[in-house]
């Protein structure tokens, strides 16, 4: 059986003080593939800065900041801010507050609002592609967050090394996966809850889900919750992923169990 010889063109936007990589799996780069992706690039680009304009914390006049100045008409705008107050209010009843979106008492959803932006330009833009037999496989990654899908007839996956945090070429683990959502989270980089983080020896976390927003509010959890608390939300949630503790080796868990493993396919 001849082997597939793969092309993987990419774009990078920066929007939302990030940049966001797009890519695409392709088994013929003619012109057309790399027109589809200039288009789809500009759709993704002009998409996530009106994101950026109702959520952006920065903007004055965005509805985040009107509704941290106390206008809760807001809500009432936008179906998008509706979305997002709701996920973040579930998420924070879920993790017992642990992942919250207010920093210094005011609301800021802005970690919850990225995964979810990259799901909504996802499925929105790029899993069209995938209607195309040219095209095996579509990446959507930005700041820790992964979104990727494989066409149903293609024997196509994506390898997806997880990096050490500390040492961006150090593999943690590799896996190889066909559809869903990756989230890796670390320590420092969560200053909405800087005493429990603190307490937490966990150093990194990275989530595999079918929805990216589960998948990073997870992670999240994992570096602030602490090794013991996240093992019980662990099993109850059936997570699957890989632990990182201060001066021990990876815990890989597979649907909430432990397992010993450096390679992952899910």
Do not use: C
């Amino acid at each position: 059986m001849q082997r597939i010889k793969y092309f993987f063109p990419s774009k990078v936007i920066n929007q939302m003080n990030i940049p966001f990589t797009i890519k695409l799996a392709t088994n013929d780069l003619d012109d057309i593939i790399s027109e589809k992706l200039e288009f789809v690039t500009e759709n993704i680009n002009e998409r996530l800065h009106q994101i950026d304009l109702i959520f952006s914390p920065f903007r004055y006049d965005s509805l985040v900041s009107r509704f941290q100045r106390g206008d809760k008409q807001v809500i009432l705008e936008s179906e998008d801010f509706q979305t997002i107050y709701g996920q973040a209010t579930l998420a924070e009843q879920m993790t017992d507050g642990i992942f919250t979106s207010h920093f210094a008492g005011r609301y800021d959803p802005t970690r919850l609002v990225k995964g979810w932006a990259i799901e909504q330009v996802f499925d929105e833009y790029l899993k069209p592609l995938l209607k195309d037999p040219k095209i095996d496989g579509v990446y959507l990654s930005g700041d820790g967050n992964i979104k990727f899908a494989t066409r149903q007839e293609s024997d196509f996956s994506w390898g997806i090394n997880i990096e050490d945090a500390d040492d961006s070429h150090s593999i943690i683990a590799t896996y190889h996966l066909n559809n869903g959502a990756i989230a890796t989270s670390e320590k420092g980089g969560h200053a909405a809850n800087i005493i429990r983080m603190k307490q937490s020896q966990v150093q990194q976390v990275t989530v595999i889900s079918d929805n990216l927003v589960d998948a990073d509010v997870w992670a999240t959890v994992g570096v602030l919750a602490g090794s013991e608390k996240f093992a019980e939300m662990r099993n109850e949630y059936n997570l699957s992923g890989i632990l990182i503790n201060k001066n021990e080796e990876p815990l890989s868990f597979s649907e909430g169990t432990m397992i010993n493993s450096k390679e992952a396919t899910v």
